[in-house]
Protein backbone atom coordinates (compact mmCIF):
# COMPACT_ATOMS: atom_id res chain seq x y z
CA UNK A 1 0.00 0.00 0.00
CA UNK A 2 1.07 3.82 -0.93
CA UNK A 3 1.69 5.58 2.49
CA UNK A 4 4.05 8.49 3.47
CA UNK A 5 5.83 9.14 6.64
CA UNK A 6 7.12 12.70 7.65
CA UNK A 7 9.75 12.92 10.45
CA UNK A 8 9.39 15.02 12.90
CA UNK A 9 6.25 16.48 14.00
CA UNK A 10 7.45 19.96 15.04
CA UNK A 11 10.37 21.69 13.77
CA UNK A 12 11.29 25.24 14.54
CA UNK A 13 13.94 27.53 12.31
CA UNK A 14 14.87 31.08 12.76
CA UNK A 15 14.07 33.61 10.63
CA UNK A 16 16.58 33.58 7.59
CA UNK A 17 17.08 30.33 8.09
CA UNK A 18 16.44 26.77 5.72
CA UNK A 19 13.60 24.88 5.81
CA UNK A 20 13.78 21.63 5.78
CA UNK A 21 10.59 19.41 6.04
CA UNK A 22 11.15 15.59 5.85
CA UNK A 23 9.15 12.80 3.76
CA UNK A 24 9.68 9.26 2.80
CA UNK A 25 7.36 7.02 0.72
CA UNK A 26 6.27 3.89 0.72
CA UNK A 27 4.99 2.64 -2.82
CA UNK A 28 5.73 -0.13 -5.90
CA UNK A 29 4.83 1.81 -8.15
CA UNK A 30 6.45 5.34 -9.12
CA UNK A 31 4.11 7.36 -6.88
CA UNK A 32 2.29 10.92 -7.31
CA UNK A 33 3.22 12.89 -4.65
CA UNK A 34 2.17 16.05 -2.79
CA UNK A 35 2.59 18.64 -0.24
CA UNK A 36 0.59 20.77 0.97
CA UNK A 37 0.36 23.85 3.88
CA UNK A 38 -2.41 24.38 6.30
CA UNK A 39 -2.68 27.52 8.64
CA UNK A 40 -4.74 27.75 11.25
CA UNK A 41 -8.37 27.28 10.58
CA UNK A 42 -8.18 27.02 7.21
CA UNK A 43 -8.20 24.38 4.42
CA UNK A 44 -5.06 23.05 2.76
CA UNK A 45 -3.50 24.98 0.11
CA UNK A 46 -1.12 23.37 -2.58
CA UNK A 47 2.47 24.14 -2.38
CA UNK A 48 3.74 21.47 -4.89
CA UNK A 49 3.36 17.93 -6.76
CA UNK A 50 5.74 15.50 -8.73
CA UNK A 51 3.96 13.21 -10.94
CA UNK A 52 6.69 12.71 -13.94
CA UNK A 53 9.53 14.68 -15.73
CA UNK A 54 12.23 16.77 -13.53
CA UNK A 55 12.89 15.36 -9.87
CA UNK A 56 13.15 18.94 -8.84
CA UNK A 57 10.02 20.59 -8.00
CA UNK A 58 9.15 24.24 -7.55
CA UNK A 59 6.30 25.61 -5.86
CA UNK A 60 4.87 28.73 -4.18
CA UNK A 61 6.06 31.12 -1.55
CA UNK A 62 9.66 29.73 -2.74
CA UNK A 63 9.37 26.55 -1.27
CA UNK A 64 10.32 23.62 -4.15
CA UNK A 65 11.15 19.33 -3.27
CA UNK A 66 13.50 16.48 -4.75
CA UNK A 67 11.36 13.11 -5.90
CA UNK A 68 14.99 10.91 -4.77
CA UNK A 69 13.21 7.26 -6.14
CA UNK A 70 16.89 5.87 -4.66
CA UNK A 71 16.01 7.31 -0.68
CA UNK A 72 12.01 6.67 -1.15
CA UNK A 73 12.18 10.59 0.11
CA UNK A 74 10.21 13.91 -1.14
CA UNK A 75 11.87 16.37 1.51
CA UNK A 76 10.48 19.90 1.37
CA UNK A 77 13.06 23.08 1.75
CA UNK A 78 13.06 26.68 1.55
CA UNK A 79 16.24 28.54 1.71
CA UNK A 80 15.19 31.33 4.13
CA UNK A 81 12.25 30.92 6.40
CA UNK A 82 9.77 33.78 7.01
CA UNK A 83 7.57 34.80 9.79
CA UNK A 84 4.30 33.66 7.32
CA UNK A 85 5.84 30.17 6.66
CA UNK A 86 4.53 29.11 10.03
CA UNK A 87 1.63 26.52 9.72
CA UNK A 88 1.55 22.77 9.60
CA UNK A 89 2.86 21.39 6.32
CA UNK A 90 1.42 17.74 5.17
CA UNK A 91 3.31 15.19 2.36
CA UNK A 92 0.54 13.20 0.59
CA UNK A 93 0.62 10.08 -1.88
CA UNK A 94 -1.84 9.85 -4.62
CA UNK A 95 -3.06 6.39 -5.00
CA UNK A 96 -5.74 4.85 -6.86
CA UNK A 97 -9.46 3.18 -4.92
CA UNK A 98 -11.75 0.59 -5.46
CA UNK A 99 -14.29 1.90 -8.02
CA UNK A 100 -12.26 4.03 -9.88
CA UNK A 101 -11.50 7.31 -8.41
CA UNK A 102 -8.30 8.05 -6.20
CA UNK A 103 -7.53 9.58 -2.83
CA UNK A 104 -4.87 11.19 -1.12
CA UNK A 105 -2.89 9.36 2.24
CA UNK A 106 -1.48 11.98 4.00
CA UNK A 107 1.19 12.22 6.61
CA UNK A 108 0.34 13.07 10.03
CA UNK A 109 2.07 16.54 9.43
CA UNK A 110 5.11 18.84 10.44
CA UNK A 111 4.17 21.71 12.47
CA UNK A 112 6.83 24.43 11.38
CA UNK A 113 7.58 27.41 14.11
CA UNK A 114 9.46 30.50 12.52
CA UNK A 115 11.29 32.02 15.52
CA UNK A 116 12.71 35.91 15.00
CA UNK B 1 -12.17 31.50 -10.83
CA UNK B 2 -13.87 31.28 -7.55
CA UNK B 3 -12.22 27.91 -5.34
CA UNK B 4 -14.04 25.03 -3.42
CA UNK B 5 -16.82 26.61 -0.74
CA UNK B 6 -18.14 25.00 1.96
CA UNK B 7 -20.99 25.60 4.46
CA UNK B 8 -21.46 25.99 7.12
CA UNK B 9 -18.05 27.23 8.63
CA UNK B 10 -18.66 25.65 12.65
CA UNK B 11 -21.20 23.70 14.10
CA UNK B 12 -22.57 22.02 16.80
CA UNK B 13 -24.54 18.58 17.03
CA UNK B 14 -25.95 16.73 19.93
CA UNK B 15 -25.05 13.04 19.64
CA UNK B 16 -27.22 10.67 17.73
CA UNK B 17 -28.19 13.80 15.71
CA UNK B 18 -28.05 13.88 11.68
CA UNK B 19 -26.56 16.60 10.02
CA UNK B 20 -25.51 17.76 6.43
CA UNK B 21 -22.77 19.57 5.41
CA UNK B 22 -22.31 20.92 2.00
CA UNK B 23 -19.71 21.97 -0.82
CA UNK B 24 -19.15 23.41 -4.07
CA UNK B 25 -16.66 22.45 -5.94
CA UNK B 26 -14.27 24.93 -7.88
CA UNK B 27 -15.43 26.08 -11.39
CA UNK B 28 -14.18 23.73 -14.18
CA UNK B 29 -13.91 20.54 -11.67
CA UNK B 30 -16.18 17.86 -11.34
CA UNK B 31 -15.11 15.11 -9.10
CA UNK B 32 -15.87 16.20 -5.54
CA UNK B 33 -13.56 14.29 -2.35
CA UNK B 34 -14.39 14.85 1.48
CA UNK B 35 -11.57 14.11 4.10
CA UNK B 36 -12.08 14.01 7.97
CA UNK B 37 -9.44 15.95 9.59
CA UNK B 38 -9.60 15.17 13.76
CA UNK B 39 -7.56 17.33 15.82
CA UNK B 40 -4.10 17.45 15.70
CA UNK B 41 -3.84 14.45 12.51
CA UNK B 42 -3.66 14.74 9.02
CA UNK B 43 -7.08 14.13 6.47
CA UNK B 44 -8.63 11.38 6.40
CA UNK B 45 -10.30 9.94 3.08
CA UNK B 46 -14.18 9.54 3.65
CA UNK B 47 -15.18 8.78 -0.66
CA UNK B 48 -15.15 10.70 -3.76
CA UNK B 49 -17.85 11.33 -6.34
CA UNK B 50 -17.83 11.94 -10.07
CA UNK B 51 -20.79 12.30 -12.65
CA UNK B 52 -23.03 11.83 -9.05
CA UNK B 53 -21.73 8.53 -8.44
CA UNK B 54 -19.57 7.36 -5.46
CA UNK B 55 -16.08 6.34 -7.08
CA UNK B 56 -14.26 5.56 -3.74
CA UNK B 57 -14.53 5.01 -0.52
CA UNK B 58 -12.77 5.29 2.78
CA UNK B 59 -13.03 3.14 5.61
CA UNK B 60 -15.59 5.04 6.78
CA UNK B 61 -18.89 3.46 8.62
CA UNK B 62 -22.57 3.39 6.09
CA UNK B 63 -23.59 6.35 8.38
CA UNK B 64 -21.41 8.62 6.28
CA UNK B 65 -23.21 8.78 3.24
CA UNK B 66 -22.84 11.29 0.23
CA UNK B 67 -24.40 13.16 -2.73
CA UNK B 68 -23.25 15.27 -5.76
CA UNK B 69 -25.79 16.90 -7.63
CA UNK B 70 -25.49 18.06 -11.36
CA UNK B 71 -23.66 21.12 -10.85
CA UNK B 72 -20.93 19.00 -9.04
CA UNK B 73 -21.97 20.75 -5.71
CA UNK B 74 -21.65 18.25 -3.27
CA UNK B 75 -23.27 16.99 0.58
CA UNK B 76 -22.07 14.78 3.11
CA UNK B 77 -24.41 13.00 5.70
CA UNK B 78 -23.81 11.95 8.91
CA UNK B 79 -26.29 9.88 10.80
CA UNK B 80 -26.29 9.12 14.46
CA UNK B 81 -23.73 11.20 15.45
CA UNK B 82 -20.92 9.70 17.56
CA UNK B 83 -18.86 12.11 19.46
CA UNK B 84 -15.87 11.08 18.22
CA UNK B 85 -17.38 12.71 14.66
CA UNK B 86 -15.71 15.76 15.90
CA UNK B 87 -13.50 17.31 13.44
CA UNK B 88 -12.82 19.09 10.64
CA UNK B 89 -14.29 18.25 7.62
CA UNK B 90 -12.61 19.23 4.72
CA UNK B 91 -14.07 18.99 0.66
CA UNK B 92 -11.70 18.95 -1.91
CA UNK B 93 -12.14 19.45 -5.74
CA UNK B 94 -10.86 18.37 -8.90
CA UNK B 95 -11.06 17.16 -12.29
CA UNK B 96 -10.51 13.33 -13.46
CA UNK B 97 -6.91 12.69 -13.92
CA UNK B 98 -6.77 8.42 -13.31
CA UNK B 99 -4.43 8.32 -11.00
CA UNK B 100 -4.84 11.80 -9.07
CA UNK B 101 -1.82 13.81 -10.48
CA UNK B 102 -3.89 16.52 -10.90
CA UNK B 103 -3.96 17.48 -7.44
CA UNK B 104 -7.12 18.84 -5.54
CA UNK B 105 -8.19 22.09 -4.14
CA UNK B 106 -9.18 22.14 -0.88
CA UNK B 107 -12.00 24.26 0.89
CA UNK B 108 -11.69 25.92 4.44
CA UNK B 109 -13.85 23.62 5.80
CA UNK B 110 -16.70 22.77 8.38
CA UNK B 111 -15.64 22.43 11.99
CA UNK B 112 -17.95 20.20 13.33
CA UNK B 113 -18.34 19.67 17.24
CA UNK B 114 -20.49 16.56 18.95
CA UNK B 115 -21.80 17.57 22.36
Redesign the interface.
Known sequence: AQSVTQLGSHVSVSEGALVLLRCNYSSSVPP?L?W?VQYP??????LL?Y??GATLVKGINGFEAEFKKSETSFHLTKPSAHMSDAAEY?C?V????????????????TQLKVEL | ETGVTQSPTHLIKTRGQQVTLRCSSQSGHNTVSWYQQALGQGPQFIFQYYREEENGRGNFPPRFSGLQFPNYSSELNVNALELDDSALYLCASSIPSGTGSYGYTFGSGTRLTVV
Do not use: M
Open positions: YFYNQGLQLKTTFASRLVTGGGNKLTFGTG
